[in-house]
């Protein structure tokens, strides 16, 4: 009996001029979306590989210490799903926004837009009038009349409606899953594939809630008009409100101070008053070296570059009095840029302890609604959400370490050669460490979404209890 209510459940939704439209929108807008992100995708990957070039060009060939911070950025390559799900944006600079406003205003649709807006209403509208809609049409009572359990007719809806609510989803995924396969510029690995198999069970998981929110919502009114309704404002609350009110919830929960402000005492910091605090120093240690080796300093004060250079060629005591002032003048600075950066870590330090405390507060509170849940799930899993954000700024700090242990020690090397090399000068730095970008393991992004899937399996179980226990009290009447 379960089986011919299931195939009953199908036809009938199948045959529904609601199931036709929406099948028809999704796959449309799905291919139209996917179409237009692999473009982007394109051009995403054209501008990785122009700053790359840009960058090498310039530190090859114009690069001095006082250049290469601004300049070395590393640069992280467009994700492989990112002609699927975008996630994460790049940060958005105003330049960018005068030239093409209109992806920022108005961004492109992905997959996670089409799940969690189009298919969930979809849910809602093959399922809201599952049992009252069966009332209103008499067909209920007949259908228990036949000595067949409410729990059965009700499972039968949910494996029913699921299987018709899955097959425009099935079919959006598979067109563009083949369009991108066949697209010369996307290079999808076998691990690709099986993350996109998993992202398809997270959003069946997710569909699913929505499947069983409307059957509750049908069991618990009488009419189709009320249930629909309901689900509307339901869905609302769920899709809208919660996420997106959780940060203005946390940052009343858990305040911090002004961004801004802490930012321009760290810039302050570490600019103005370390100037300040190695200009003081540095006069003291020229004061004693005026003071303990006058003649020296005497010598050394009109002299060029190039004649520091020779007299430190051939006279061996000026070149260790020379040298020894520049190393305790680059230690001046050094302890200068120490004792106010202790000052400004202090500060950040304390900021963003406060940051993670309001981040996580506003995510469990996201969390409360399944569709924070499943973007979270969706985007760690592909890689394009703050999980993948964090793992590029962990390899982009190990990279710059590496990096400026590397010019460390070639400035070291230089000056060995040259006594009057300074800051200014051309450093060639052509056998610098390469960034290259590692994607986080599929191992680690699996075991990183299964809290996210753990609260939408909670979900279908309450509205699974919900519905049944409504479907077992309810007056076919």
């Known amino acids: 009996m379960l089986k011919t209510l299931i195939m009953k459940e199908i036809q009938e939704q199948v045959s529904s001029l609601r199931f036709i439209t929406g099948l028809i929108l999704c796959v449309l807008i799905t291919c139209t979306a996917v179409v237009i992100l692999t473009n982007n995708y394109k051009q995403e990957q054209d501008n990785f590989q122009q700053q790359i070039t840009s960058q090498n060009h310039f530190l090859n060939n114009y690069a001095h210490t006082n250049r290469i911070g601004a300049i070395i950025t590393p640069n992280r390559p467009p994700a492989h799903f990112h002609p699927l799900v975008l996630g994460l ?152 409100s919660i996420p997106n009110l959780s940060p203005y919830l946390a940052a009343q929960c858990f305040k911090i101070p002004s961004v801004n402000r802490i930012y321009k005492e760290i810039r302050q910091l570490r600019g103005i008053e370390r100037d300040k605090l190695g200009r003081k120093m540095l006069a003291a240690l020229t004061a004693r070296y005026q003071s303990e080796h006058s003649k020296f300093w005497n010598e050394l004060e009109p002299m060029s570059k190039e004649a520091i250079r020779q007299r430190s060629s051939t006279d061996p005591a000026f070149n260790t009095l020379y040298n020894n002032f520049t190393a305790q003048s680059r230690e001046v600075w050094k302890e200068a840029n120490r004792i106010q ?53 962990d390899q982009a700090a190990v990279y710059l370490d590496q990096f400026y242990n590397y010019l460390s020690n070639k400035e070291e090397q230089i000056r060995t050669k040259d006594p009057a090399y300074n800051n200014n000068a051309f450093i060639d730095i052509s056998d610098r460490p390469q960034f290259i970008y590692a994607e986080e393991q599929f191992t680690a992004r699996f075991n990183a979404i299964l809290p996210y899937w753990g609260v939408l399996i909670i979900f279908n179980l309450i509205f699974c209890i919900l519905a049944f226990t409504a479907f077992i009290k309810y007056d076919i009447r």
């Open 89 to 240: 944006a790049n940060d958005t600079d105003q330049q960018s926004f005068d030239t093409d406003p209109l992806p920022t205003l108005f961004p492109p649709l992905d997959l996670i837009f089409i799940i969690t807006i189009i298919l969930s209403l979809m849910a809602l509208l093959l399922s809201h009038d599952g049992v009252c809609g069966e009332r209103e049409k008499g067909t209920l009572k007949l259908i228990l009349s036949n000595n067949v359990s409410r729990g059965t007719v009700l499972l039968s809806k949910w494996i029913g409606g699921t299987t018709t609510l899955f097959i425009p989803f099935i079919l959006s995924v598979l067109f563009a899953t083949l369009y991108l396969l066949v697209h010369p510029s996307v290079a999808w690995s076998a691990t690709d594939i099986v993350t996109l198999l998993f992202l398809i069970l997270g959003a069946m998981t997710f569909l699913s809630i929505y499947f069983l929110m409307g059957l509750w919502i049908s069991a618990k009114v009488k009419t189709s008009s009320i249930s629909i309704l309901t689900a509307l404002f339901i869905w609302i609350i769920f899709t809208l």
């Open 341 to 393: 950066a202790e000052k400004a870590a202090k500060l950040k330090n304390n900021l963003d302890d406060k940051v993670k405390v309001q981040i996580w507060a506003a995510k469990h509170i996201a969390c409360l609604s399944p569709y924070a849940n499943f973007i979270y799930l969706a985007t760690d899993i592909c890689g394009t959400g703050t999980r993948g954000q964090a793992a590029y700024k």
